[in-house]
Nanobody, 123 residues
Framework: QLQLVESGGGLVQPGGSLRLSCAAS????????MAWFRQAPGKEREGVSC???????SYADSVKGRFTISRDKAKNTVYLQMNSLKPEDTGVYYC?????????????????WGQGTLVTVSS
């Protein structure tokens, strides 16, 4: 069974940091592009960051310079380090695996979605 399990969400004050984890089981994420999406209350889901099969990374303009995506092949896990958090970063964060290995594809290329983890940035 292909599965992604996120963890690390929670409540944090503006300016704070969180690190999200996404552990894969049932498949090796080495051959996939791994992406983070988020969905704020009342808004559509949007792409936040992605790391391709070859290790290239990309970020939404709203998080550039604050968020960092990384991958630990030994642990079969992807991370999203989030610094200088803002209230507008609040939302449910989802991890996703794209079997093409490339970032930037439409959501229809996602083979596996995680269940999501809630991030709330508030004072």
């Amino acid at each position: 069974q292909l599965q992604l399990v996120e963890s690390g969400g929670g409540l944090v004050q503006p300016g704070g940091s969180l690190r999200l984890s996404c552990a894969a089981s049932g498949f090796t994420l080495d051959y996939h592009a791994m992406a983070w999406f988020r969905q704020a209350p009342g808004k559509e889901r949007e792409g936040v960051s992605c790391i391709s099969r070859d290790g290239s990374t990309s970020y939404a303009d709203s998080v550039k310079g604050r968020f960092t995506i990384s991958r630990d092949k030994a642990k079969n896990t992807v991370y999203l380090q989030m610094n200088s958090l803002k209230p507008e970063d609040t939302g449910v964060y989802y991890c996703a695996a794209d079997g093409t290995g490339n970032c930037g594809n439409p959501e229809g290329y996602v083979e596996v979605w995680g269940q999501g983890t809630l991030v709330t940035v508030s004072s």
